[in-house]
Nanobody, 118 residues
Framework: QVQLVESGGGLVQAGGSRRLSCAAS????????MGWFRQAPGKERNLVAA???????YYADSVKGRFTISRDNAKNTVYLQMNSLKPEDTAVYYC????????????WGQGTQVTVSS
């Protein structure tokens, strides 16, 4: 079992920045690949940033150049640095862990709301 707890959400003005954190506990952090999804009201949950097994990163086109995923293995924590935020970034952001596919992650966090005001 892996427990994921997100933090760092809140209200931010357009153009501002926010850093989300996801603390993992339970099974070995390095046994899973970590990523961030988001879900806006009435929309599907989509992958926005993630690590691959090789250590490389993936970013959705909508966040490329603005968001950065990083991790601290010593703290079992993954981060999502969000810069130049836009109102369309408003969503609940979920941390997830997977061993095989992002189509069906193995574990989810509870989510943290990010609201970007115009």
């Amino acid at each position: 079992q892996v427990q994921l707890v997100e933090s760092g959400g809140g209200l931010v003005q357009a153009g501002g920045s926010r850093r989300l954190s996801c603390a993992a506990s339970g099974r070995t952090f390095s046994s899973y690949v970590m990523g961030w999804f988001r879900q806006a009201p009435g929309k599907e949950r989509n992958l926005v940033a993630a690590f691959n097994w090789s250590g490389s990163t993936y970013y959705a086109d909508s966040v490329k150049g603005r968001f950065t995923i990083s991790r601290d293995n010593a703290k079992n924590t993954v981060y999502l640095q969000m810069n130049s935020l836009k109102p369309e970034d408003t969503a609940v952001y979920y941390c997830a862990a997977r061993q095989t596919s992002w189509v069906r992650p193995d574990y989810w966090g509870q989510g943290t709301q990010v609201t970007v005001s115009s």
